[in-house]
């Protein structure tokens, strides 16, 4: 990322990487419609999962710069159980367990 304090690029690097990241129990999910009807989860990240205006402000922008997707609360009944089918169907968790992140100064 150019621009930005080094804080500021670690912490989108950070968010980043959780969205991409197999899931582990976020908060919120982000469930996106794909081809063939088949859907794809990413974790909200922590820091923009932390109330619920900060997260629909994620969905928002998600909606407008990637595509339509639902915002899913985790911490009901409802959406403990699209968490545990989304650790088994997310497409990032036929990735490595591990988001590694190298710094780098231009």
């Given amino acids: 990322m150019l621009g930005g304090t080094f804080y500021e690029s670690s912490m989108f690097s950070?968010?980043?990487a959780e969205v991409?990241?197999?899931i582990d129990s976020p908060r919120y999910l982000i469930r996106r419609k794909g081809s063939y009807g088949r859907s794809d989860f990413h974790a909200v990240p922590l820091k923009l999962?932390?109330?619920?205006?900060?997260a629909?402000?994620?969905?928002?922008?998600?909606?407008?710069?990637v595509g339509p997707a639902e915002l899913i609360y985790t911490r009901n009944a409802e959406g403990r159980n699209v968490l545990a089918k989304s650790r088994l169907k997310a497409f990032?968790?036929?990735?490595a367990r591990e988001v590694r992140r190298e710094d780098q100064w231009l």
């Fill in 14 to 16: 950070d968010a980043l």
């Fill in 20 to 22: 991409v990241s197999p």
């Fill in 49 to 54: 999962a932390l109330n619920k205006s900060n």
């Fill in 56 to 65: 629909e402000a994620f969905h928002r922008n998600w909606e407008r710069y």
């Fill in 92 to 95: 990032s968790s036929a990735f």
